[in-house]
């Protein structure tokens, strides 16, 4: 391999003391605001990373530093073996991104000509591309808007062509800003489901942010949580649940009206509503799960439907920063 070769073993993301400011006005004085400080992580390839924080946290200039679209102030960054701001072009063929409000997709477009096009942008064979539009076409459930512009969109379907115009070149890591936002219960669970699939089939490296608690228990393995562009927490969910002590809540809808459900073992009754027709419990998911928190009340009464509420990711990270506040 020559030395300008991008590497690909070793981690796919690699920072250190990783820095940017920036110098904004307050009234007449400016001041540097330092929007990431001082961030040393490694991601190797193949990894599930959630990246999570409160508005403003620096998530989306982590992002624009790994990807070479910001310089930063201090630190370095190595990006799928190469250096971003200075490598971006050759960056941009083995990362796939999916950001906020940018999109890859021409609006007046037909959605197939937009993959037309990116195909060509990134020198893909013929059959490379149509094996690979056919997948892609096949796993997000395309075929029904692919001859229309995407402007016509829906929010669903757009997410769904932006994902797939991000992936087209099978890139080693996709980065998502809030891939699942806005969209409803069951498009969430589709695109969750392929970016499964996908980085099995393909052992693709993920990198998302979100305020979906859903978002990050379904498709990471890890979570890095940043608070005032420092890094708060490295570890798995459950251990985020543990350190923050979040809770879980059953909401039960009942066939009868029933007093409170006290007697859960494990759960604690929070309150209930028409007579207590509908009642949420709550339960420490170490210490117990969901089906037995639900085992339980079914033995007691007949339930006709369920949900379980995820703790509110913004919720999670407060209590993580109060956390780190009170020592
Ligand atoms: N170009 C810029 N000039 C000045 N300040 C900036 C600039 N870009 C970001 N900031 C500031 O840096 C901090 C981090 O912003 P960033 O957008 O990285 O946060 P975020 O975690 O992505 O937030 P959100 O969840 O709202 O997208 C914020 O205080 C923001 O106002």
Request: net charge neutral.
């Amino acid at each position: 391999m020559s030395p300008t070769e991008p590497s690909t073993s070793g981690p796919i993301i690699e920072t250190a003391g990783l820095t940017r400011t920036f110098t904004v006005r307050d009234g007449v004085r400016r001041r540097r605001l330092t929007a990431v400080d001082d961030l040393t992580v490694t991601i190797e390839a193949g990894e599930a990373v959630g990246y999570i924080g409160a508005n403003g946290a620096g998530k989306s200039t982590t992002i624009k530093m790994l990807t070479g679209i910001l310089v930063p102030t201090r630190g370095t960054v190595t990006t799928c073996g190469l250096r971003p701001v200075r490598d971006r072009r050759r960056l941009a063929r083995q990362v796939g991104v999916v950001f906020g409000q940018r999109s890859q997709l021409w609006w007046d477009l037909p959605v197939r000509e937009s993959f037309r096009i990116l195909a060509a942008i990134h020198d893909l064979p013929g059959d490379v591309e149509r094996a690979r539009t056919g997948e892609l076409v096949d796993r997000l459930e395309m075929a029904e808007f692919l001859a229309i512009p995407v402007r016509q969109l829906s929010l669903g379907q757009r997410m769904r062509a932006e994902i797939a115009a991000a992936l087209l070149h099978a890139p080693r890591l996709i980065i998502l800003d809030e891939p699942t936002i806005g969209l409803d219960v069951l498009s969430k669970q589709r695109l969750r489901e392929f970016l499964v699939a996908e980085r099995a089939t393909h052992g693709t490296t993920l990198l998302l942010t979100t305020h979906d608690m859903g978002d990050v228990e379904r498709l990471c393995d890890r979570v890095l949580v940043v608070d005032r562009g420092r890094l708060a927490y490295d570890g798995d969910l459950p251990g985020l649940g543990r350190t923050t002590g979040a809770e879980r809540v059953l909401v039960v809808d009942l066939v009868a009206p029933s007093p409170d459900l006290t007697a859960i073992p494990a759960a604690r009754h929070l309150d209930s509503e028409a007579h207590g027709l509908r009642q949420r419990l709550a339960f420490d998911p170490d210490l117990t799960t969901a089906a037995k928190v639900f085992a339980a009340v079914t033995e007691r009464v007949d339930v006709r439907d369920f949900t379980i509420a995820e703790p509110d990711i913004e919720d999670v990270v407060r209590r993580l920063y109060a956390r780190q506040a009170s020592g």
